[in-house]
Every structure is written in structure tokens, then in C-alpha cells.
């Protein structure tokens, strides 16, 4: 019976939301900044693929607000040397997953309405190199995952209306202070498809 109700609650508190539109889209863009920067290995370099690309669920409220969440995969590669003598080289390829949540304002316009964005965002870093390690015997224990907590900040465009849209923005993300991760700052120029 408990369960009857609280499903009951739920529908009635959902209800004012089917009138409201949901989307699914694309987003994808270019990382302005690099996902992390080069640790303490010897002749250290970290590429970041310069492709960002993920979903998006948008909801959009009255008052021109709205909630979107998502994911944004980026890849990178380090390479490096470490060990006595550097003599391990280092050559290792890495995953960044983003996963914002954020609130939108949207301001009032036909065609072109601009908007501002805030959140948070969780970061999964797969593969990356830990710095720091110089006596090793097998180069893959320098290998770890972390994940870190950020604040997302952005603006844009919503171009177009009804069921297309086009957004394009500028999304700044800061995140947690990590002591062998110094890249806490990431800046993407993302531009969305929405359905």
C-alpha cells in the first residue's frame, strides 16, 4: 500500500512536467584547455584530442529556466620518461568522462535567445600517468583512475524553435585541486544539437 501511494505521489508531482519540453541531443565541441598538464616525468607531454563529444538531456521549465544533464567524453595521451636514469618510457593514451548538471536561465528572444548555465560536473580520469613514482618494475603501476568534483559555469545561444535547435557556448568547468593532477581548469567551446 505504502509503495501504491508513494508512486501515486509521484505521477501527481510529475504531472505539471508533461506539458513542459524534454530533449535529447549532441553536444560537441573543442577543449580550449588541455585535460591535464604534464606531471613530473622527465621531457613530459600531454596531447588532448581536440574533440569533446557527448549526449544531452535538456529540460526546459517555464520562465525561461530549465535543468540539463549529460556526458562529454574527451581522450589524451602522455608521454614521458621516468625511473633511474629515465629509463621507462612512458607512452600511455587516457579517457576524461564529464557528467554536468546544470540549471539554465534562458533570456527572452524568437529565433536567437542567449542563455546562462551553472552546475556541477563529475570527471572520471581513466589511464592517467601518476607522477611522483621513480622506482618501478612494471611501468603499468603507474596507471590510475581518480575522479574529482567540479563547478560548471557557461553561455551561449539557443538558435531556432520548436523541435531543432542549435546552441552553441562556452563552458568553463573548475575543478577539485588534486595534488598530482594540476589541470583544474577546463574551458570547451561546445555547440549542441538539440531535438
Same mark, same amino acid.
Given at each position: 500500500?505504502?509503495? !501504491?501511494?508513494?508512486?501515486?505521489?509521484?505521477?501527481?508531482?510529475?504531472?505539471? !512536467?508533461?506539458?513542459?519540453?524534454?530533449?535529447?541531443?549532441?553536444?560537441?565541441?573543442?577543449?580550449?584547455?588541455?585535460?591535464?598538464?604534464?606531471?613530473?616525468?622527465?621531457?613530459?607531454?600531454?596531447?588532448?584530442?581536440?574533440?569533446?563529444?557527448?549526449?544531452?538531456?535538456?529540460?526546459?521549465?517555464?520562465?525561461?529556466?530549465?535543468?540539463?544533464?549529460?556526458?562529454?567524453?574527451?581522450?589524451?595521451?602522455?608521454? =614521458?620518461?621516468?625511473?633511474?636514469?629515465?629509463?621507462?618510457?612512458?607512452?600511455? =593514451?587516457?579517457?576524461?568522462?564529464?557528467?554536468?548538471?546544470?540549471?539554465?536561465? #534562458?533570456?527572452?528572444?524568437?529565433?536567437? #535567445?542567449?542563455?546562462?548555465?551553472? =552546475?556541477?560536473?563529475?570527471?572520471?580520469?581513466?589511464?592517467?600517468?601518476?607522477?611522483?613514482?621513480?622506482?618501478?618494475?612494471?611501468?603499468?603501476?603507474?596507471?590510475?583512475?581518480?575522479?574529482?568534483?567540479?563547478?560548471?559555469?557557461?553561455? =551561449?545561444?539557443?538558435?531556432?524553435?520548436?523541435?531543432?535547435?542549435?546552441?552553441?557556448?562556452?563552458?568553463?568547468?573548475?575543478?577539485?585541486? #588534486?595534488?598530482?593532477?594540476?589541470?583544474?581548469?577546463?574551458?570547451?567551446?561546445?555547440?549542441?544539437?538539440?531535438?
Amino acid at each position: 500500500m505504502k509503495i !501504491l501511494l508513494a508512486l501515486a505521489g509521484l505521477t501527481l508531482a510529475l504531472l505539471p !512536467l508533461r506539458a513542459q519540453s524534454i530533449g535529447i541531443g549532441i553536444k560537441a565541441g573543442v577543449p580550449l584547455t588541455d585535460v591535464l598538464k604534464p606531471g613530473a616525468l622527465t621531457r613530459p607531454r600531454v596531447d588532448t584530442s581536440r574533440l569533446a563529444i557527448g549526449p544531452v538531456l535538456d529540460l526546459r521549465l517555464p520562465f525561461g529556466l530549465g535543468l540539463e544533464a549529460g556526458a562529454l567524453y574527451k581522450r589524451f595521451n602522455q608521454t =614521458g620518461q621516468t625511473g633511474p636514469n629515465g629509463l621507462t618510457v612512458i607512452d600511455q =593514451g587516457g579517457k576524461s568522462w564529464e557528467f554536468p548538471i546544470l540549471a539554465k536561465v #534562458r533570456l527572452p528572444g524568437v529565433l536567437v #535567445r542567449p542563455y546562462v548555465e551553472g =552546475g556541477f560536473s563529475y570527471n572520471r580520469l581513466s589511464d592517467i600517468v601518476k607522477p611522483f613514482e621513480t622506482a618501478i618494475s612494471n611501468p603499468k603501476d603507474l596507471i590510475a583512475s581518480i575522479g574529482r568534483p567540479g563547478f560548471v559555469m557557461g553561455t =551561449g545561444l539557443e538558435i531556432g524553435s520548436g523541435k531543432l535547435r542549435l546552441v552553441p557556448g562556452l563552458r568553463w568547468t573548475r575543478y577539485s585541486d #588534486r595534488s598530482f593532477i594540476p589541470s583544474v581548469n577546463s574551458i570547451d567551446f561546445l555547440v549542441g544539437l538539440m531535438f
